[in-house]
């Protein structure tokens, strides 16, 4: 099966993943999983490094947002689970910033890879949005509007033109989650004021 094939059912379980977690079915999980094992390989043949290691633990965190979502402290609705505060986030953005650094000149000095910044930044932010959504966090729709946008770019360097066009309209899936999220906050308010 050629690249191209390969890419395109990656994107049809992507979109089907972002769809299923906006309307926080714990389906997503697994069309996320069957998603990212696909770009695990595809990226690798395209020499980033950060972003197929990415693609490799978004199959593990798959799993594990599975059972939170199932299980564990995130299986209430979105609306009923206290995100952090906005000094806490502050917090994060600027540790993550410095592990995120410290993986682009650790590629850059020892790897062929390509877009080491733009590679180690997607990734390192990635990890910490995708942490956020397991817990259904709202924030995470936040940061996933501001990678997204950058994967855009990234994506369409490389030749991925179709998982380019596939992160343009994940930014129309955010924006519907990100509403969907409130709609049902305010209907679970409004039924119980």
């Known amino acids: 099966m050629g690249s191209e094939c390969l890419e ?9 993943y972002l769809w299923l977690a906006a309307r926080q079915s714990v389906w997503c999980w697994l069309a996320g999983a069957i998603s990212c094992a696909i770009y695990t390989y595809l990226m690798f043949q395209v020499q980033l490094y950060m972003e197929s290691g990415l693609q490799a633990i978004y199959v593990a965190l798959s799993a594990y947002g599975w059972w939170q979502w199932r299980f564990g402290v995130a299986q209430a609705p979105a609306q009923d689970v206290a995100d952090y505060s906005w000094w806490w986030h502050v917090r994060a953005i600027v540790a993550l910033a410095f592990v995120a650094s410290g993986c682009a000149w650790l590629l850059e000095l020892y790897t062929d890879a390509d877009q080491v910044w733009l590679d180690s930044f997607t990734t390192v932010y990635s990890l910490f949005a995708t942490w956020l959504l397991t817990r259904k966090l709202f924030s995470n729709w936040l940061y996933w509007l501001v ?5 855009i770019y990234l994506y369409a360097i490389k030749g991925f033109e179709k ?4 992160f343009a309209i994940y930014i129309l899936l955010i924006l519907y989650a990100m509403w969907n999220w409130r709609r049902s906050q305010k209907e679970l308010c409004n039924n119980t004021g």
């Open 8 to 16: 395109n059912i990656a994107i049809a379980f992507a979109l089907l």
């Open 147 to 151: 990678i997204d946008s950058v994967y």
């Open 163 to 166: 998982t380019s066009g596939l």
